[in-house]
């Protein structure tokens, strides 16, 4: 399958410590996308218990929550994966690394479409939380433990707490 | 029984993507306060290593470690989950929302009481470590990846490293 | 065995929740590290994916992620555990304590040694991401939630996003 072949790719590409394609099967990371293939196929044919189901089976087995209401493009990686939440209005573009602890979730005041869109090819730092219906754009940087509430232009890299844009 | 209505109408308040109240009973935050419950029965009976046990599965398979000898308020909501620790001493109020990520620790370099008393109606933003025998007020807002190490009073948003208040 | 005794007495000088020896078993920290040991050992005579599988069922099953390439000194003392990361080429001392949500990590810029080294006596809070091959001198103490990503000489105290000493 595609998918499987583009998951090995990046995985490659991205995780230094990979000695075989067959290790890409036990990372977590690659469960939880199918996991979510799976919740978000009972989510749209309007099974939601059973949606609701495979994603805490994901949160349990993987410690990465994908709502089935998020959209995630292409080649996603997630790399290590614990404690990683991407809410259920959330729109991911293609070729983005996302590392463990990240939160793309709500702010907690808004209801409807209250997650991130991220842009393509953006990096995403272990424990940054990314709060709120805002933009991310293309080619992004978002440092460790960084926590960004406001709209972020592309090409540039992001770090703190409020995010601040430090390199263009 | 009223425990069980409360996190069913906590969860419908808090969490706008549940679709129906039988997803309540999957969520790892309603089974971390069932676990909880049992954990501290043992605790009181002086059953240690029972109760260390349960505390041990829900850390296993909820990723939220409340210490038994904590003391937790009415309808608290623990949203997402994973990587959630309460420890032993802290106390926490009524109608409190956590988030995945919140510590409610120690310093390390304190013995007996020495982890945080929160009041109500707090919300506690997801990453967020709070640290040492201090009071946080009620209806205070902490936000996201903050370190709060001081007493925080009542009504106020606190946020960043160390936690500041930035709103009355 | 001389590793349990360890682990029991580090157990018990850092952990004042703890009511008896038998605790120290069910703890994810002592588990991860059992673990890491049989996935080392496999690492050592090259089953590569034998290894990355107890790697992965240690991330599964206690929250903790130690790469079997990690060298890591006696006494190590992981507490709560949830969400650590601990890369390939990561180096630590001996009397180290880590907490959970610590991240031992590179930056994806670099290749080969690309972890940081801990000295010895190190105390890592919660939540803390050191990234890069960097040297963290002994004694030091990490606040919580903080981000270091440059050398730290020894005897001092690092906080904030990015790290800065704030205590000789």
Redesign the interface.
Known sequence: MKFIKEQIKVARK?D??L??I??VF???GFRAIILYKISRFFYIHKR??LS??FM?RS?????I?I?P?ALIGKRLFID?G??V?I??TAVIGDDV?I???V?L??T?KE?GK?HPNIGNNV?I???A?I?GNINIGDNVKI?????VLNDVPSNVTV????GKIVKF
């Open positions: 991205n230094p410590s000695n075989s067959w290790e036990l990372s977590v939601y218990f609701r189901y805490e949160k349990r087995k993987t410690g929550e709502h209401g290590h614990t404690g939440i809410g259920q690394v590392y463990h602890g939160t979730g709500g907690g209801m209250r990096f730092g272990c424990g939380k709060l440092g460790a433990n960084a926590v770090v703190g707490i409020p």
